[in-house]
């Protein structure tokens, strides 16, 4: 009898434990919010909502085929990214608070999540994601443009073209219409490659990166290859990013003296790119600086590439006159501007692909503004197309581990503190999972001590929870912004690889079910 009630005893001191540990959890309180003296009326807050009911009910969807298409793509652009770039809108443009801001691409009337996992990881690539949202079909990590019958690093899956899986910009090209790649990244990197290329190692980017893993580039044809040898590539009307390195030999200087090629097979692919059009009796243009794509205005030019850079193009906010890389707003104007111009209508792939490379440094002062640079990019499209016979779609491959964290006052600077620890040192309001941005404790123990560092700094890495050279990506669920033509069947949980098929049914391209074809 005595050991039972010492045992329900114990049990019961157990529960009280784990009780009185959950209460205890601070109340959190504001000390100097800062935020519109209006919003504490519940007026304020019931006309809001209302207007926006009225709004919502007043929408109806656009139920035609679609001329045109753009996918736009925030790399690594994650809900918590969206949330904290919106946030930094706001504080930029003046507003107290700053969280009722809006980006442009956030007021588009459809809204969907894209599940990202890919055939074999839980968490997303960008290589076989672009496989899903741009081919319709799930593949390996790693992988871009095959199925899963390619193993990673396999030459002999690459080149059967049974294992091959074909791009939305591919089946453009088959219905006539005019197709277009744009992206602030190499242009042979893994998101714009997943429009074109097919090949079992995403870093196959040029004949000596595939020679170094051990297959032949003989028979294993490299990214920059398959752009200008191989359909749909080399029919591209409008080619922008950076990476010339990867399409020069080793012997050629760059022309921004950006180094020296990379290429060891002896082939000038932006020779043979320009000879190609020659032969074709086309117009074309190849430009290499942001100036001369300010100047450029010939828009009825059949092909158009330009590469800006030797490799990726710079952050924005690290932006020299000496660098003159354009933004991705000015890429966009120029890239539409051409695409009008093609009477059957386009298909355009644009990439923010430098939010991706700021997280990966924990540098979420850089990835946010690359963030606003895409929603920059957004509205200058908004101004050059007509929503009645265009689709646009905004979402992201994949996620990163960002995180906003404690009670932090409105109008609380999001790149500021966000609280501290029951050790009464600070933490950062935005944090990491994973990354270089990881703070080493001090010699006794203690954790680092951050409120002394300077958090201005643009290229500032932010805390990280674990210890890693580059920050790993997230593995949630993707936001899908829509607006146009049969943007109303973006409304719900989807696999990342239903996007082009929706698009391709919009457009009436490809060979799966199309408007045109349940139309009476």
Known sequence: MWTQKVLSLTVL??????????????????????????????????EEAQNRLFDELLLTPINKQAKNVIIFLGDGMG????????????????????EQAILSFEEFPNVALSRT???????????????????GVKGPLSTIGVTGAVKYKQCDGQIDPNNHVSSILDWAQKAGKATGVVTTNRITDASPAGAYAHVACRSWENDFDVANDGADPDFCDDIAEQLVRKEPGKNFNVIMGGGRRQF????????EGEGYGYRTDGADLIGEWMDDKELRGSEYQYLTSGQSLR???????????????????????EQTPEMDDPTLMEMTNKALQILKTK???????????LIDHGHHGNKARQALDETLQLDAAVTAALELVDLDETLIIVTADHSHAL?????????????????????????????????????????????????EDDMAYEAYRFMAAAPETSSNHAGEDVTIYAAGP??????????????????AYAACIGDGLKYCDIQP
């Open 13 to 46: 001191c157990l529960t009280l434990s784990q009780c009185l540990a959950i209460e205890e959890h601070p109340i959190p309180q504001t000390i100097s919010a800062n935020y519109p003296p209006e919003e504490d009326t519940k007026t304020f807050w019931k």
């Open 79 to 98: 809900v918590s990214t969206l949330t904290a770039a919106r946030i930094l809108k706001g504080q930029q443009e003046g507003m107290v608070g700053g």
């Open 117 to 135: 996992y890919c055939l074999d990881s839980t968490v997303a690539d960008s290589a076989c994601s672009a496989t899903a949202y741009l081919g």
């Open 248 to 255: 020069m030999g080793v012997d050629f200087e760059d022309v």
């Open 295 to 317: 100047d450029f205005t010939d828009y009825s030019t059949e092909f158009f590439m330009g590469l800006f850079s030797s490799t990726h193009m710079e952050y924005n906010l």
């Open 343 to 353: 009477e059957n209508g386009f298909v355009v792939f644009i990439e923010a692909g």
């Open 403 to 451: 995180t906003i964290n404690g009670y932090p006052d409105r109008g609380n600077d999001i790149f500021g503190l966000g609280g501290h620890g029951h050790d009464g040192l600070y933490y950062s309001t935005l944090m990491y999972g994973t990354g270089p941005g990881y703070k080493e404790p001090d010699e006794n123990g203690t954790r680092y001590d951050i409120s």
């Open 486 to 503: 049969q943007s109303h069947l973006f409304r719900g949980l989807y696999q990342q690889n239903y996007i082009p098929h929706v698009l």
